[in-house]
């Protein structure tokens, strides 16, 4: 069986909404691997969520092809299989932070009971249960990211895809989140994957992959 969650061959996109088609991602061949910790660094337009909102399955390349064998077609990768973190938390205003966090379970079409059940769980494992009934606007900005980390986390996803969740967190406060998220995927088989510009958080990771220009360059 090929144990690989997502795997990349020559992929590429061009987006042509403008005048001028750009080359946002060239040819990126890759594989990520159950368990997998992997910093992808690079300088901005580099083409890091480009990369992101294709293994996803967000977005659809413009040339190569992308496969999921560990985890099947693409429109049943989310939001169970694949969570998703991004730079801002996203949560919905009018919702505490435990219905935030049940959003995904619900739309896996799990019971009510269960999907409060697993997202009490999720902000257990992130340190975050005694704020369950706040609402995002009482909430700092780094616990709306942990409670978005929260989120992802509750369905226990084979492939968590972060893209710059500390970016918009003073330095220690985005240490503490990565400590949160580390030690909270330690001893599954979740694979992280991490754009950042944080050398310090990447350093943290077992692999870094480096994107320039819309080229990817993977460490063997
Ligand atoms: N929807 C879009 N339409 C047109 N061009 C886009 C679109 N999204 C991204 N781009 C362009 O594609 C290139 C890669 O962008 P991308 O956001 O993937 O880079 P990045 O490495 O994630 O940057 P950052 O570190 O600033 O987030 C950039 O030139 C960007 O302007």
Redesign the pocket.
């Known amino acids: 069986m090929d144990e690989v969650l997502v795997r990349t061959d020559q992929v590429g996109r061009t987006?042509s909404?403008?005048k001028t088609p750009?080359v946002?991602?060239s040819s990126a061949t890759c594989a990520i691997l159950p368990g997998a910790r992997i910093a992808l660094m690079?300088?901005?337009?580099?083409?890091?969520?480009?990369?992101?909102?294709l293994l996803a399955g967000l977005d659809t390349p413009t040339s190569g092809s992308i496969t999921w064998p560990m985890l099947g077609a693409r429109e049943t990768l989310r939001p169970l299989k694949i969570g998703l973190v991004f730079?801002v938390p996203s949560l919905l205003a009018p919702l505490t932070v435990v219905e935030n966090v049940e959003i995904p379970l619900l739309l896996g079409q799990g019971s009510t009971e269960k999907a409060r059940a697993a997202a009490l769980d999720a902000l257990d494992r992130i340190g975050l249960r005694s704020i369950g009934e706040k609402l995002p606007e009482e909430l700092s900005g780094g616990q709306a990211q942990r409670v978005a980390v929260a989120r992802a986390l509750a369905t226990y996803p084979k492939l968590l895809l972060a893209?710059?969740p500390t970016g918009q967190l003073d330095h220690p406060t985005a240490q503490q989140l990565f400590d949160v998220l580390l030690e909270s995927l330690e001893g599954t088989e979740t694979a992280l994957v991490v754009?950042t510009?944080d050398r310090i958080v990447a350093e943290r990771m077992n692999t870094i992959w480096h994107?320039h220009h819309?080229l990817l360059e993977v460490q063997a």
Do not use: F, I, N, R
């Not at 690079?42 to 909102?53: A, D, E, I, N, R």
């Open positions: 987006y909404q403008g750009v946002a991602l690079g300088p901005s337009g580099g083409g890091k969520s480009t990369l992101l909102h730079q893209d710059e754009a510009h994107m819309g």
